[in-house]
């Protein structure tokens, strides 16, 4: 027995080193998490992200998905790993939808415009999108459903299909009040873009917005 227990004491302080290196590698590293396509990774690309709503008629909906894809250019010029990348200017993107509008037929004909001409391009259609509960419009929760497709502008390839369903907060609606809407409708869109932009670069799970009471500060609003 007596032999027993320093093996058993060495046993623990093994594990015990082994948790301490495993949480240090956690602080060093985050919780870093691979896209789900890694198709910006590699190689030099210039990549442009367009947005197009399946329906205009929704007052809540506004400018959300030209809003939208700035934030996506934004986290994609920022988080994807891989120097030779480079992302459109999405002021380059806007100028040809003011001229072309919301019907256009392919996310190609922009990828492959003389005035962009990228490699691949990140279109998106918002297929739902609301931030008020349709069961009571005083209670705000976002939910948004939108359709993500990566394509190859040299040969139409699609290398990436993803459609989101976005609830947020998940469990339960908020109570509203004007002065709160916007900025729940501006953290929402930060959802929306971050979800859409992580399906290519690496993320940290824990850094991902969340939307409750307290991230949007409701008790200092009410």
Request: aromatic share 6%; glycine share 6%; with cysteine.
């Given at each position: 027995m007596k032999k027993l227990i320093p093996l058993l004491l060495l046993f623990t302080l093994s594990l015990t080193g082994c948790q301490i290196m495993y949480s240090a590698l956690v602080l060093i590293r985050g919780t870093d998490e691979k896209p789900k396509y890694e198709i910006l990774l590699k190689g030099e690309k210039r990549v442009v992200v367009v947005p197009r709503a399946a329906f205009s008629n929704s007052f809540e909906l506004q400018n959300a998905p030209r809003e939208i894809a700035r934030q996506?250019?934004?986290?994609?010029?920022?988080?994807?790993?891989n120097k030779k990348l480079r992302v459109v200017e999405q002021?380059?993107?806007?100028?040809?939808?003011d001229h072309?509008?919301?019907?256009?037929?392919?996310?190609?004909?922009?990828?492959?415009?003389?005035s962009i001409q990228a490699d691949i391009v990140i279109g998106f259609d918002i297929v739902e999108f609301?931030?008020?509960?349709?069961?009571?419009?005083?209670?705000?929760?976002?939910?948004?459903?939108?359709?993500?497709r990566a394509i190859d502008c040299e040969t139409g390839e699609i290398l990436a299909r993803e459609t989101l369903s976005i609830t947020e907060p998940p469990n339960m609606p908020l109570p509203g009040n004007p002065r709160l809407e916007p900025q729940f409708r501006a953290q929402f869109l930060a959802v929306i873009s971050q979800r859409i932009a992580a399906l290519f670069h690496h993320y940290d799970k824990q850094k991902l917005q969340r939307m409750d009471g307290d991230s949007l500060e409701l008790h200092r609003v009410m």
């Open positions: 996506v250019n934004t986290l994609l010029d920022t988080n994807v790993r002021a380059k993107v806007e100028t040809w939808l072309v509008g919301n019907d256009f037929e392919s996310f190609l004909e922009v990828g492959r415009d003389k609301r931030i008020r509960d349709p069961m009571n419009s005083s209670l705000l929760q976002g939910r948004c459903v939108v359709e993500v």
